[in-house]
């Protein structure tokens, strides 16, 4: 079977994350175990990240999240508190059905912590 790279993604400008294995008679979406890391891994990254920034841009509409540094608590960068960090784990139940215990909390504390923690939990739902 030859492969092909789908011309359209790249013009796009988006990572590929899908590769078309011509079988002789049609093209076949193809995944291969493992692209999620390496260049994959980084738009899905990418992707979780707006994610997170549209749920925080929703819970504080006066929030500048442009400028949000990755590494900085949101606390430390934003004017949140206790009540709007609740309405980010219930945004993220409501819109992508991931469940975030009590004590895993501590784990969304910045962008690239959140990034890390909700990843693997959201990554069905970013590759879809």
């Not at 294995?21 to 990254?45: H, K, T």
């Not at 929703?58 to 999240?65: F, G, I, K, L, S």
């Not at 608590?73 to 784990?89: A, C, G, K, P, T």
């Amino acid at each position: 079977a030859a492969l092909r790279v789908g011309n359209h993604l790249r013009e796009w400008g988006l990572l590929l994350s899908v590769l078309h294995v011509w079988d002789g008679q049609r093209a076949r979406r193809f995944c291969p175990e493992g692209l999620s890391r390496g260049l994959g891994r980084n738009m899905i990254d990418q992707q979780i990240r707006q994610m997170i920034l549209d749920i925080i841009a929703v819970v504080a509409p006066d929030a500048d999240v442009s400028d949000l540094k990755g590494d900085v608590r949101f606390r430390d960068q934003l004017e949140m508190d206790s009540m709007d960090f609740l309405d980010i784990v219930m945004e993220l139940r409501k819109r992508y059905k991931v469940e975030v215990p009590k004590e895993d909390y501590p784990k969304l504390e910045t962008l690239d912590s959140c990034v890390a923690y909700l990843g693997p939990r959201l990554e069905a739902v970013v590759s879809t």
